[in-house]
Nanobody
Framework: QVQLVESGGGLVQAGGSLRLSCAAS????????MGWYRQGPGNKRELVAT???????NYADSVKGRFTVSRDNAKNTVYLQMSSLKSEDTSVYYC????????????????WGQGTQVTVSS
């Protein structure tokens, strides 16, 4: 079994910063990619940033230059450093990962965290 646990969300003033963390745990053989998505009121879930095991990153245009995604492979953890936050960034942020598990059988699946609320006041 694999699970993702997010942390770091909260309330912040516009222009401020937050760092989100997502740690994967369980019977993990490898993590192919990890990243962040968000879903605000009335919106569909959208990609924010992703990072592969090799370090290749991808960002939504709306966050380029403000957000940075990184990972600590030894800790199976991905981070999202958010700076220059805007009210438009207010959303529930979800961690996502493509993980190959080892138990009960080797299996590559797509996993989601429960989400963490980020609220930016204007």
């Amino acid at each position: 079994q694999v699970q993702l646990v997010e942390s770091g969300g909260g309330l912040v003033q516009a222009g401020g910063s937050l760092r989100l963390s997502c740690a994967a745990s369980g019977s993990i053989f490898s993590i192919n990619a990890m990243g962040w998505y968000r879903q605000g009121p009335g919106n569909k879930r959208e990609l924010v940033a992703t990072i592969t095991s090799g370090g290749s990153t991808n960002y939504a245009d709306s966050v380029k230059g403000r957000f940075t995604v990184s990972r600590d492979n030894a800790k199976n953890t991905v981070y999202l450093q958010m700076s220059s936050l805007k009210s438009e960034d207010t959303s529930v942020y979800y961690c996502n990962a493509r993980i190959t598990s080892t138990w009960p059988v080797r299996y590559e699946g797509n996993y989601w965290g429960q989400g963490t609320q980020v609220t930016v006041s204007s």
